[in-house]
């Protein structure tokens, strides 16, 4: 199992002024989101449970999903 440090995106956005991401960073997560979706539906797994709480983040901002309780 790994440590992942960083938080999650809900508690990330919470740590910025008005709520909002630079528009890079956001890219970025965004991006690195459809990469790991695209992977799992190339292995027929659907998540079912996306959102903010399950989306975190590793120490140099690196997306990863957690929670596949939901997924088929």
Same mark, same amino acid.
């Not at 199992?1 to 997560?29: C, D, Q, W, Y």
């Given at each position: /199992? $790994?440590?992942?440090?960083?938080?999650?995106?809900? %508690?990330? !956005?919470? @740590?910025?002024? *008005?709520?909002? /991401? $630079?528009?890079?960073?956001?890219?970025?997560?965004? %991006?690195? !989101?459809? @990469?790991?979706? *695209?992977?799992?539906?190339?292995?027929?797994?659907?998540?079912?449970?996306?959102?903010?709480?399950?989306?975190?983040?590793?120490?140099?901002?690196?997306?990863?999903?957690?929670?596949?309780?939901?997924?088929?």
């Amino acid at each position: /199992m $790994e440590f992942i440090n960083g938080g999650s995106t809900h %508690g990330f !956005l919470k @740590s910025k002024p *008005n709520r909002r /991401m $630079e528009e890079n960073v956001a890219k970025r997560i965004f %991006g690195q !989101l459809m @990469s790991a979706l *695209n992977y799992l539906h190339s292995k027929c797994i659907a998540h079912r449970d996306i959102k903010l709480e399950n989306v975190m983040l590793d120490q140099n901002r690196n997306v990863k999903l957690i929670d596949f309780g939901f997924s088929t």
